[in-house]
């Protein structure tokens, strides 16, 4: 797999009819390793070993439907009362973040009303917090740690 620019950690992997496999640290079970699953295992690593998000906090791939249909962010996570206060949207590596992947994540906080949006490819990480003086999101050159995540708004 690609070497990234988050931090490297010791993970799984287990072979199956000559697929591998990566267990995912928060689901407690094996996932098909692709390109994007390699950069949400790395980025959900770092936010757990490096930020302090508690890993029972995090969802992944969680389904969230917003009255016309379903869609999927790789990873939210949540406050101690369950309300979500980022998403993060991971492409792979070889994927470049345009407008339109901001896009996407603008459509998930339709719905979530969150306090942060990141979006990474691996290589790149772009973060932006909601400011409510200004009524919009800004952005912002750190990945912030769980405890200033979860405290905003």
């Known amino acids: 797999m690609m070497q990234l620019t988050l931090p490297s950690f010791d993970y799984k992997t287990k072979q199956v009819l000559n697929k591998t496999y990566i267990l995912d640290l928060v689901r407690k079970k094996y996932v098909l ?31 969230i439907y917003n009255g016309m249909s379903y869609y999927r962010p790789d990873i939210m996570v949540c406050d101690k009362f369950g309300v979500t206060k980022m998403v993060v949207e991971c492409k792979a590596h070889y994927i470049k973040l345009t407008d339109k992947t901001l896009g996407q994540m603008m459509q998930y906080n339709r719905q979530l009303m969150v306090n942060y949006l990141l979006v990474t490819n691996g290589i790149t990480h772009f973060c932006w917090q909601w400011e409510e003086d200004l009524g919009c999101f800004q952005a912002i050159n750190y990945i912030p740690v769980y405890q200033t995540c979860a405290i905003a708004r």
């Open 33 to 63: 390793l692709t390109p994007e699953e390699w950069v949400r295992q790395h980025m959900l690593h770092y936010l757990i070993h490096y930020c302090s998000y508690p890993k029972g906090l995090c969802c992944l791939e969680k389904r």
